[in-house]
């Protein structure tokens, strides 16, 4: 029997939010605001075998990103499960996990330690993360000073030399020049081709999807609606998106 290294057992999770409005309505309507809920993932169950690649497509607002954030613990569940079975997790997405104000090279540290790394092996991999990363002086300049290209590339950095059990990836791939495209591109290859590193990957780019994965999930309108062969899920999906 293959071992699991992911299971997400009926995950719901639901966005809240209020209408703008003013000081003087706010006064004269206290308590009496009324918010609004967004069910952006509706009920999943699924299951990832370690070593798995599990490619995950669906048009913007499908959910993808937030069921990822949840695997990678950046969000709290309303309901359902997700068991991780003791593996560690790193998620590679833009916008999140760095402190805007702190350096790139005290992100690392900060970001190495959330992983779960001591700050002594994080130290011995500095100069290994930076010279990856390749941005040059901004690595001690505020993350608020990088461009999205930037803040990709340290990210990437970051995961991709302090390795992690199960890797979530969304969109990362297709941001940053050609040169680092090439480089991190052919630095996942070399990533997933351990046979006990289990991988997640969001992204709208079918031919990385065909490449790297051996299964696909697509979901839409914050449920699954097929997983299974890559080919055959693609097939459907881009016939349902003409």
Not at 115 to 139: T, V, W, Y
Request: glycine letters at 10%; proline letters at 1%; charged letters at 25%.
């Amino acid at each position: 029997m293959s071992e699991l290294a992911i299971e997400v057992k009926d995950l719901s999770i639901t966005y809240k939010g209020i209408h703008a409005f003013s000081i003087k309505q706010h006064l004269l309507h206290r308590g009496k605001h009324k918010s609004e809920e967004f069910e952006a993932v509706k009920g999943v169950s699924f299951s990832v075998e370690k070593g798995q690649i599990l490619g995950i497509i669906g048009k913007n607002g499908s959910g993808k990103s937030t069921m990822l954030r949840a695997i990678g613990g950046i969000f709290s569940p309303d309901r359902g499960t997700i068991d991780l079975f003791g593996n560690s997790v790193s998620l590679l997405s833009i916008g999140v996990g760095f402190q805007r104000e702190l350096s790139g090279r005290e992100n690392i540290i900060l970001s190495g330690m959330l992983l779960g790394f001591s700050e002594e092996l994080i130290r011995e991999k500095m100069d290994e993360i930076i010279e990856f990363a390749d941005i040059g002086d901004f690595i001690d300049r505020p993350v608020r000073t990088y461009s999205s290209g930037m803040h990709s590339k340290l990210a990437f950095a970051i995961t991709a030399i302090l390795e992690t059990n199960i890797m979530l990836i969304d969109e990362v791939l297709s941001v940053g020049d050609a040169k680092f495209k090439k480089k991190s591109y052919q630095k996942m290859k070399d990533l997933i081709s351990d046979d006990s590193r289990t991988v997640l990957i969001v992204s709208h780019n079918t031919a990385t999807i065909e490449e790297l994965c051996d299964s696909l999930m697509w979901m839409h309108d914050g449920e699954i609606k097929k997983l299974g062969p890559v080919k055959e899920v693609l097939e459907e999906y881009l016939e349902f998106m003409k």
